[in-house]
């Protein structure tokens, strides 16, 4: 079945990329250079064309009661604003062209992390580490440093800066990057069509995306619906991760999470009484609530780690708060012997809802082909130098369903079935989530967990879940059910008793992984290719061939991040999280180890 309008069913679509302009501020404070830079951006005709993408690198993140001029000027900053916890924040203002990256941490840890090019450096207080500069620098990139002393202006032309006019006011002095050192070529400017296969959250969340800058997107799905695999849970929470060393799930976790929130908000927002997933409605909020979640403890010894996680790192507490076993119990209802975690923000939400606002947000830029699994990739003749053209999506019975320079896998484990992407190390797990009346389970205000999950109830169901079963049976098993309900048991004590006799109800969904338990967000590489590489950027790749799979557990939150990080990718954009931290997801990280063996 294929849905489409007259503007998204036509092949030919704009290839000229919106300007963007790139601007690095390497210290925020008050966002002082941020508000004359916006006034510009208004007010300049030429500067109007642009995009305004606006990295600023800050020690930690203000308070908004200090940027009074800043929440005046642009009052919806004020809704999306970030609590203060390390990472890179990332605020869409699509309505004034305009992203503004938070950098939160120290410049001289930002700088080898950054991957974007710049258009304009902004150097308000001293630099340790000027040079850095270099490698982030477009050819004629500007910069403004005040009241440089004599060793900042070495760094300067040693970075390849030359003076470019007589200090300005108040000490300001201008640059230009003047250096012949050969930089990295810019990838070529993509022609913006692409396939997306899969309708779950990976797939909805890359058409949004992508629909978001101007590209005209064909989705397959071999279901009649989107959300019928994995995200076709009727709750799935939503909660960051804490480890005591902020390891790279930690810090992937935490920028997805956050993300996350603030793309649902532009999206409407969550509400519990929303329309549920089968509703035929236009618009809506998405079916969910940040009610908060409670991470109990699983015993003395974890219950301290809990502690000393908080006391390391010194979290807001809208982001996370300890309770000790008596605040604990108070907030849960029931005794519990330990602390717990307790994440304000956290919550629920149904997967589905969120596809279907992210599917209907693309508007005519969206193609539907519904009901059609593909099975086959291949690429037209072309005039590219290996003589390929456009990847085809072929059916089984060989039938053409779309073709397109760009084509995204986000299918789960069924990308494993098509050649290119066969070897990739993905596996599955059996999850089964118990479904219960309201009335025959306690009653909870927010979702809690520990050795399973449980959720408020959502059009009178609760939601107890999930198990880990190595088995690809799709059929309800009574050992699981009662599996969930001896852990709901150990939790709540006595008052889930009364859920043993209840009949066997809910739901079976297979979680795709990779073995780190991280996901795989970027260019698919070319595991035919022959030789040994040692970096990810020398593995050769299939060209226009992408993936966003391996979300595990946490495609919920998983989904959004990984989506604006491969859009990033294609558009040649600053990325939305660390190098570091975007290597950790690259789809050629296992084939590097293996030809690192070579």
Request: include cysteine; hydrophobic fraction near 40%; charge should be negative.
């Amino acid at each position: 079945m294929t849905t489409t309008s007259p503007a998204s069913a036509t092949r030919s679509a704009s290839t000229v990329a919106d300007p963007r302009h790139v601007v690095l501020d390497t210290a925020f404070g008050r966002g002082e250079q941020f508000l004359a830079t916006l006034d510009s951006h208004r007010t300049t005709p030429a500067a109007t064309a642009a995009h305004l993408h606006y990295l600023a690198i800050v020690p930690e993140v203000p308070a908004l009661d200090m940027l009074a001029a800043l929440a005046d000027a642009l009052p919806p900053l004020t809704a999306q604003w970030p609590v203060d916890v390390p990472g890179l924040h990332r605020l869409h203002l699509p309505s004034e062209r305009i992203t503004l990256d938070l950098l939160a941490g120290p410049a001289e840890a930002w700088l080898p992390e950054i991957v974007a090019r710049a258009d304009e450096f902004i150097l308000p207080a001293p630099l340790d580490h000027i040079r850095a500069l270099q490698r982030l620098a477009t050819p004629a990139a500007t910069l403004r440093i005040h009241q440089p002393d004599e060793q900042a202006l070495r760094d300067l032309r040693a970075a390849g800066f030359s003076p470019s006019g007589a200090a300005g006011e108040q000490g300001w002095q201008h640059f230009a990057y003047t250096s012949r050192k050969p930089q990295p070529p810019r990838p070529a400017q993509p022609e913006r069509r692409a396939i997306v296969i899969g309708a779950g959250v990976a797939g909805s969340s890359a058409c949004e995306r992508l629909a978001a800058r101007g590209w005209q997107v064909t989705l397959i799905e071999r279901h009649e619906a989107p959300a019928q695999e994995a995200s076709g849970n009727r709750a799935g929470i939503f909660m960051p991760l804490l480890s005591k060393d902020d390891n790279i799930p930690t810090r992937l976790a935490r920028a997805a999470y956050l993300y996350a929130q603030r793309a649902w908000q532009q999206l409407g927002g969550l509400d519990p009484h929303a329309p549920g997933p089968d509703a035929d409605v236009v618009a809506g909020a998405i079916r969910g609530d940040q009610c908060g979640v409670l991470q109990l403890a699983r015993d003395a010894e974890h219950a301290q780690l809990q502690k000393e996680v908080l006391d390391t790192w010194h979290y807001p507490e809208q982001y996370v708060r300890w309770l000790d076993a008596r605040q604990a119990s108070q907030m849960l209802g029931a005794p519990t012997p330990f602390g717990a975690w307790h994440f304000p923000q956290g919550g629920w939400a149904t997967p589905a809802t969120v596809c279907r606002a992210m599917l209907q947000a693309c508007g005519d830029k969206l193609r539907r082909i519904f009901h059609a699994e593909a099975l086959r990739l291949g690429r037209a003749p072309g005039t590219d130098a290996d003589g390929a053209g456009e990847w085809q999506v072929l059916a089984s019975d060989g039938r053409l369903l779309a073709s397109a320079p760009t084509v995204i896998l986000a299918n789960g484990a069924g990308a494993t079935a098509l050649l290119q992407a066969s070897e990739l190390p993905l596996y599955t797990m059996r999850g089964q989530v118990t479904h219960l009346q309201e009335g025959s389970f306690p009653s909870l205000p927010l979702v809690v967990c520990r050795e399973a999950y449980m959720t408020p109830a959502v059009d009178g169901i609760i939601s107890v879940g999930a198990t880990y079963d190595k088995s690809t049976d799709r059929t309800l098993w009574q050992s699981s059910q009662d599996e969930n309900l001896q852990r709901a048991e150990e939790i709540l004590g006595a008052a889930a008793t009364s859920a043993q006799g209840e009949p066997l109800q809910g739901r079976v969904g297979f979680r795709t992984m990779a073995p780190d338990r991280l996901p795989l967000v970027g260019a698919l590489p070319d595991s035919a290719s022959q030789g040994r590489s040692e970096r990810l950027r020398d593995l050769p790749r299939h060209p226009g061939l992408h993936t966003l799979l391996g979300y595990a557990s946490r495609g919920l939150i998983w989904a959004p991040l990984a989506a604006e990080i491969l859009a990033c990718q294609l558009e040649d954009e600053p990325l939305p999280i660390e190098a570091t931290l975007a290597a950790a997801l690259d789809p050629g990280r296992f084939l590097l180890k293996q030809r690192r063996k070579l």
